[in-house]
């Protein structure tokens, strides 16, 4: 059964149709603009004008996903820094993968070729065109905006609502459909399987941006300038050496298993950040925000017994006497001889009136430490 996070996958979905239906309109609308002033179709004018129109239907998708969703801008679209290291392998990754992604476009158009009035519109757009237009409908429009709203307002609402498999699934396979041809569907699902995994583990869409531009910015160069490269054109036909795809296995695998090791390292230090965060908003009597931090620590660091008891501490001040108990509880799960747990999980049993449960958790706290299970008697008046 669905939450009622903003954006489901219903709501994603009508989204995108939504934006398709923006674009197609504009489309109409320039057509008209040219007619009127005559303005013609090669002309940069028409180019700039385009550019408008993706700028402003983005803006007004994001303009409804904020006011439905109800959450702050940098909840929705985070811009947070990221370690270098992380840069360095997530690019070498990108690097493999844009390579490996070059040779499997090949493929897919061995299977099902291109029609040539396709190619002809993908050479003209990339080839034809003012090299400064080409680099902002190419390099700067598709990943600015295109990562705001797969990795930033579709992942935000998914993540809230589904398993992060789905999330991360679902997002891609919207991905791959807005591009509205299946010979940049399989190249697109991919990257944005690898873009909202990056995403959500560095809780930033920098990464997927910057992946999403240096992922263009290699084909305009490549397709502008194969005659100056020894790299095949993918659009053109013709398959890579196998030294070249070797070298993209090599990078985007070691890449990956350097990011896999690093984000385990980030999660750690991130939930450590968050957890010292969520002690000093309890200390300045910010509970809410408090709450939010720690939980945001629990899911960096699911299994730290010491959360789950911060939590707690702020649950009993705001007289959320079940949700402490419970959390209490998982705290002694993952360390049975929590001893600090034992003692307020007993005393918040003694508020909700359950003296059965309170002089359970007195007994354990005597064999663990003495001291606190006289302190829990002082607590609760005995």
């Not at 903003?6 to 609308?29: D, R």
């Not at 020894?230 to 350097?258: C, K, R, T, Y």
Request: contains cysteine; glycine residues 6%.
């Amino acid at each position: 059964m669905e939450n009622n996070n903003y954006p489901t996958i219903k709501n994603g979905l009508l989204l995108i149709l939504i934006y398709i239906g923006i674009t197609l309109s504009s489309v109409i609308v320039i057509a008209i603009i040219r007619r009127i002033f005559t303005i013609g179709i090669d002309s940069p004018i028409n180019d700039i004008l385009g550019i408008v129109a993706k700028i402003l239907g983005y803006l007004l998708i994001f303009k409804i996903g904020l006011k439905k969703a109800k959450r702050p801008f940098n909840k929705i679209f985070k811009f947070n820094k990221v370690p270098g290291s992380i840069w360095i392998f997530f690019i070498t990754t990108m690097f493999g993968l844009i390579i490996i992604l070059s040779e499997i476009d090949n493929l897919v158009n061995l299977v099902l070729p291109m029609p040539s009035f396709l190619v002809n519109l993908f050479l003209k757009f990339i080839i034809s065109k003012n090299i400064i237009l080409s680099i902002i409908l190419v390099t700067i429009i598709p990943p600015i905006f295109e990562e705001m709203f797969f990795r930033g307002l579709l992942v935000d609402g998914f993540k809230r609502n589904y398993t992060l498999s789905k999330t991360i699934l679902v997002s891609s396979l919207f991905f791959g459909f807005i591009h509205m041809n299946p010979w940049q569907f399989v190249t697109a699902f991919l990257l944005g399987i690898l873009f909202s995994w990056v995403c959500i583990k560095t809780n930033s869409i920098l990464l997927p941006i910057f992946g999403h531009f240096l992922n263009n910015f290699l084909i305009l160069i490549v397709q502008r300038y194969h005659n100056l490269l020894s790299i095949p054109d993918n659009i053109l036909g013709g398959f890579q050496p196998l030294w070249l795809d070797a070298l993209g296995v090599f990078l985007f695998v070691s890449g990956l298993i350097l990011l896999l090791f690093s984000f385990r390292k980030f999660r750690e230090a991130d939930a450590r950040t968050l957890f010292n965060l969520g002690h000093a908003y309890r200390r300045s009597g910010r509970y809410k925000e408090a709450i939010e931090a720690f939980k945001r620590s629990i899911a960096q660091k699911p299994n730290d017994a010491w959360t789950y008891y911060g939590l707690g501490f702020v649950y009993v001040q705001l007289s959320h006497l079940q949700e402490a108990i419970e959390v209490y509880q998982k705290a002694i799960r993952l360390e049975p001889d929590f001893s600090y747990a034992h003692m307020n999980l007993g005393f918040t049993y003694f508020l909700t009136g359950d003296k059965e449960n309170t002089l359970k958790e007195y007994k354990i706290l005597k064999k663990l430490n003495l001291k606190l299970a006289d302190k829990l008697l002082k607590m609760i008046g005995e």
